[in-house]
């Protein structure tokens, strides 16, 4: 079982930057890949980020490539999405998310899901 919980969220102006942190508990948060999604009001969930369980292998979405970074540090089961340049279409919730599989890029090959933290991108 794996509980996470996002912070980091708030309002920026664009082109400005942020970066949302992912607290993970429990004793396997190393054998999971991590994922960061994002859900803007009456559109789907959609995937931005991923990093595998050792950080070898990162993969995103190509509306973010360039521009945001994921990265992971088991010591503090945390995982982070550094996001620079941000443009008002990065609006959305963010939500981080644990996977038994291989930076999986769909939302139904991961397990567990925080609750998400609230982007707002300016114009």
């Known amino acids: 079982q794996v509980q996470l919980v996002e912070s980091g969220g708030g309002l920026v102006q664009a082109g400005g930057s942020l970066r949302l942190s992912c607290a993970a508990s429990?004793?396997?948060?190393?054998?999971?890949?991590m994922g960061w999604f994002r859900q803007a009001p009456g559109k789907e969930r959609e995937f931005v980020a991923a990093i595998s369980w050792l950080g070898g292998s990162t993969v995103y979405a190509d509306s973010v490539k360039g521009r945001f970074s994921i990265s992971r540090d088991n010591a503090l089961n945390t995982v982070y999405l550094q996001m620079n340049s941000l443009k008002p279409e990065d609006t959305a919730v963010y939500y981080c998310a644990a996977s038994r599989g291989t930076v999986p890029m769909r939302t139904p090959s991961y397990d567990y899901w925080g609750q998400g933290t609230q982007v707002t991108v300016s114009s």
């Open positions: 429990g004793r396997t948060f190393t054998i999971y890949s």
